[in-house]
C-alpha cells in the first residue's frame, strides 16, 4: 500500500483551496433532492452528496470514493467488515476533496484508507476495532476532526504528509504502529485536544519541523509518549504521564516545551538534544530519568521537578539560562 506520491506542481494554495471545498461539502452533506442514497458496498462514481441509509457489511472493500468533490454522510450507520480491504478507500484515485462524516467503521484492514487523496476533512467518525490502521490519509493539508480510532491492530491514526490538522481525537490501545504517527518528515502538523492512551508504539509521533501537540492528554504507552523529530516543535499545555519510555522527546533545535505536566514515565520526563531549546512553566515529576535532559544552550523557566530517579535536571552542551526553577 503506497502511502505517498508526488504533489504532481499543484503547490500549496491549491491543496488548501481543494480542504476548503471538501469543508463547504462536509457542512452542506444533509440529504437534498440531489443527494444520492447509498444501500450497500458500491462506487461512489461521481462528485456529489452522498448518504448511507442502513448498516452494510463487507467482505473486502466497501466503499470506494472514485472521483474528488465526494462527500459521504454515514447518517450514523455502522460498516463492518471480515478483516480485509478498506471500509472507505479512494482506490487510488489521488483525489483532491472529499469529505467523509458521521459514522462507524469496524474490522476491516484499514477503516479509512484514503492513501492517495489530499485535502480531506473526515468528522465525527468512529474507526476502531480494525486490524491494521483505523484512519489513515495519505497527502497533505487534511483535516481529522472528533474521530475516535481505538483498538486498531496497527495504529490509530496516520496521517503520511505534512500539514494536517488533527483535532479532538480519540486514539487509544493501538497496536506497535502507535496512535496518532505524522510521519512523512513534512511537518506542520497540529494535534490539539486529543486523548492518546495505552498504544503499542509511541501515543503522538510526528516527523518534520514545525508541528504543534496542544491541550492533549499522552499516556500509558508501551514506548515513548511523545516523539517529534527535527527543528521548531512544540509541546503546549499537555499532560505526558505514564509512559514506558521517555515522556516528552524533542529531536534537533529550537523546540519548546510550554505549560505542561510530566509525570511518571519510564525514562526522562523530559529530554531536548541539540540546542537553543526551551522549557517553561512546566513540570516533571517521578519519572525514572532525569527530570529534564536538555542540551544547552538555551532556556529553562519556571521548571518544576520533583522524586526523579537520576535528578531533577541534567544538560550537557553550552549553558542554559535558568529563571525561577524548583529543582529538587
Known amino acids: 500500500m503506497s502511502f505517498k506520491r508526488s504533489f504532481r506542481g499543484r503547490g500549496f494554495r491549491g491543496y488548501a483551496l481543494g480542504a476548503l471545498a471538501a469543508l463547504a461539502m462536509l457542512l452542506a452533506a444533509s440529504p437534498s433532492r440531489a443527494d444520492t442514497a ?24 466497501c466503499i470506494v470514493i472514485g472521483d474528488e468533490g465526494v462527500s459521504f454522510d454515514m447518517k450514523g450507520h455502522t460498516i463492518t467488515g471480515d478483516g480485509t480491504g478498506d471500509g472507505i478507500s479512494d482506490g487510488g484515485g489521488e483525489f483532491e476533496a472529499m469529505a467523509i462524516a458521521n459514522g462507524k467503521i469496524r474490522n476491516f484492514s484499514v477503516g479509512v484508507g484514503l492513501d492517495s487523496s489530499c485535502c480531506v476533512v473526515i468528522r465525527n467518525v468512529d474507526s476502531s476495532k480494525n486490524t491494521g490502521v483505523g484512519v489513515l490519509v495519505g497527502e497533505c493539508c487534511s483535516t481529522i476532526d472528533s474521530v475516535t480510532a481505538d483498538n486498531n491492530g496497527t495504529a490509530g491514526i496516520v496521517a503520511s504528509d505534512c500539514c494536517f490538522t488533527i483535532n479532538n481525537v ?88 510550554i505549560g505542561t505536566s510530566v509525570f511518571s514515565n519510564g525514562g526522562d520526563g523530559i529530554f531536548l538534544s541539540n540546542d537553543t531549546n526551551q522549557i517553561t512553566n512546566s513540570s516533571s515529576t517521578g519519572n525514572g530519568g532525569f527530570g529534564a535532559n536538555v542540551e544547552c544552550p538555551g532556556a529553562i523557566t519556571g521548571l518544576t521537578t520533583k522524586n526523579n530517579t537520576s535528578g531533577g535536571l541534567h544538560t550537557t552542551g553550552g549553558t542554559c539560562t535558568q529563571l525561577n526553577n524548583k529543582l529538587l
Open 38 to 61: 447509498v444501500s450497500s458496498c458500491m462506487t461512489l462514481a461521481t462528485r456529489g452528496n452522498y448518504f448511507l441509509t442502513k448498516n452494510l457489511t463487507s467482505a473486502g472493500t
Open 170 to 257: 480519540q486514539a487509544n490501545n493501538n497496536g506497535p504502529g502507535g496512535g496518532i504517527v505524522a510521519a512523512a518528515s513534512g511537518g506542520d502538523t497540529t494535534v490539539s485536544n486529543s486523548t492518546v492512551t495505552g498504544n503499542g508504539g509511541a501515543g503522538v509521533f510526528l516527523d518534520g519541523c514545525c508541528s504543534f501537540l496542544v491541550s492533549s492528554k499522552v499516556m500509558g504507552s508501551k514506548v515513548d509518549g511523545v516523539d517529534m523529530n527535527d527543528c521548531c516543535n512544540f509541546v503546549i499545555n499537555s499532560t505526558v504521564a505514564f509512559n514506558v519510555g521517555i515522556g516528552v522527546s524533542l529531536i534537533e533545535d529550537d523546540n519548546l516545551v
